[in-house]
Every structure is written in C-alpha cells, then in structure tokens.
C-alpha cells in the first residue's frame, strides 16, 4: 500500500479558478512530518511547505493554502486564483520515523500534474 | 549564491557504459540524497550519505554506485548492470542526519538517455 497517494493525476483549469490538490498519507507514527514541493517545467523541486504532526492549524501564504486534518489523514493544498505560472506537478511527501537508518527519508506520493490555462 | 549544482543537465549512455553523475552543494549540509524519477511517477530513492565516507542503500540501489568522500559532494555511478537508465535524476540535500522532518532542497536535475 502506498504511504502517500495522490489520487488525481492531472488536473487542468482555467485561470482565476481555485484548485485543490489532495493528498491522503498513512503512518504508525505520532510523530511525523508532511511537505509538499513543486516541479515547475524545468524539472528542479521547489519546496513550499513543511508542517508538523502536532500542529493542525491550516496556514496560508499568498495565494496558497494548506488543510491538514489528522483525522482523515489529509494534508491538501489550495491553490486561489490560480495562474498560467502554478502550471508544475505537485508532491506531497512524509517523514516518519521509520525504521533503523531511514528515519527521516522522505516518501513522495506520485504526483498531481496541474494545468493552468489563460 | 548556496545551493545544489548537478551536471551535466543531459547525459548520454551506450550500451555497456558507466556514466556518472556530479552533485556539489555550498550549503555546509550534512546529508545528500539521490532520486530517481520516471515518468508519471514520484521520486525514488537511490542512495543517501548522512555524513562524509558513509552511505546507505535507498529502496532502488541496483546497478547505482555512489561515494561520499567530501561534504560537499555526492556523485551517482550509473553502472552497465542498470539495465533501464533512462530518468531524470535529481540531489537533493538536508542540514542535518538522522532525524525526521528535514527539509530536503533539491538541484536542477540531469536527464539520462540511452544510446
């Protein structure tokens, strides 16, 4: 079983128009942490986010925003307004404790492609 | 300017080949990393060092060789025992070891192409 999904693969939307991209994670742990990063064209990953296990408080930055909700353990990421410029495929990835050596690895879901359109 | 250089941005590999890949970083960071990415898929990972002369296997080590001889380099060796190079492969690098939540920074990424 995967320990990140992103269920949707692509999106595309027109824009101004608010998105939201889905991630859904599994972990034993109380102690964990979830990002995501943004893979624009030219191929480098651009960090964005890191949040917490214990802190649940949604942030917003600009015209990004993000839901973490243990309960369903989801950690979405909203786009407002977007722009031709959000167009990248966005990950999500956690850290858990893990076992041994790789505490602290990271394990990426497998990506949403977001189209923006003019 | 710190941050993480990988070159060259394309690579090209025949049959039977090793090719290697450089990563260099200026932000005195402890750990490297090595991913590779397929299309349609996530990142991978190869190998990580958390400390200089010492490395670990990440979840696809087979026909990948790295060494970890200065903080501030990370090379991956992609072997003629690889038998599917092609994939974009991206460094990344964290501040500190062994601990969870590390913000990882990655480079710009080399593409690999079969011959």
């Known amino acids: 079983a995967q320990k990140v999904t992103q269920a949707q693969t692509e999106i595309s939307v027109v824009e101004k128009e608010d998105v939201t991209l889905d991630c859904v994670y599994e972990?034993?742990?109380?102690?964990?942490?979830l990002f995501w990063y943004k893979q624009p064209p030219s191929g480098e990953l651009v960090f964005l986010i890191r949040?917490?296990?214990?802190?649940?408080q949604n942030e917003i930055s600009g015209r990004y925003s993000w839901n973490f909700q243990k309960s369903t353990s989801s950690f979405n990421f909203t786009i407002t307004a977007s722009q031709v410029v959000d167009s990248a495929v966005y990950f999500c990835a956690l850290s858990e404790a893990g076992d041994g050596g790789s505490q602290g690895n990271l394990i990426f879901g497998k990506g949403t492609k977001l189209s923006v359109k003019p | 300017d710190g941050g993480i250089t990988q070159s060259p941005k394309y690579l090209f590999r025949k049959e039977g080949q090793n090719v290697t890949l450089s990563c260099e970083q200026n932000?005195?960071?402890?750990?490297m990393y090595w991913y590779r990415q397929d299309p349609g898929q996530g990142l991978r990972l190869i190998y990580y060092s958390q400390i200089v002369n010492d490395f670990q296997k990440g979840d696809i080590a087979e026909g990948y060789s790295v060494s970890r001889e200065k903080k501030e380099s990370f090379p991956l060796t992609v072997t003629s025992a690889q038998k599917n190079p092609t994939a974009f492969y991206l460094c990344?690098?964290?501040?500190?070891?062994?601990?969870?939540?590390?913000?990882?920074?990655f480079g710009p990424g080399t593409r690999l192409l079969v011959l």
């Open positions: 990344a690098s964290s501040a500190r070891t062994g601990g969870i939540g590390e913000t990882q920074y």
């Open positions: 972990t034993r742990d109380t102690t964990y942490y």
């Open positions: 949040r917490n296990s214990f802190d649940e």
């Open positions: 932000l005195n960071h402890d750990a």
